[in-house]
């Protein structure tokens, strides 16, 4: 899930970049590029993973 949110970050950030736009303070390219990479570095750390998924390879 987080994956998926870091890569809408990510094409909105990039919009913005090259549109030459900005948001006001909060909202430029670099604070959304933080943002996604926050959003990536959550997702491999394995927050919001299911738990269905971890028991049901330990069935196997």
Do not use: N
Request: proline share 2%; charged share 15%; with cysteine.
């Amino acid at each position: 899930m987080f994956a998926v949110a870091a890569a809408v970050i990510f094409a909105f950030a990039l919009i913005l970049d090259w549109a030459g736009e900005s948001l006001g303070d909060a909202f430029t390219p670099q604070t959304l590029m933080f943002a996604g990479l926050l959003c990536i570095a959550l997702h491999l750390a394995g927050f919001y993973t299911s738990t269905a998924r971890l028991t049901s390879r330990r069935r196997r």
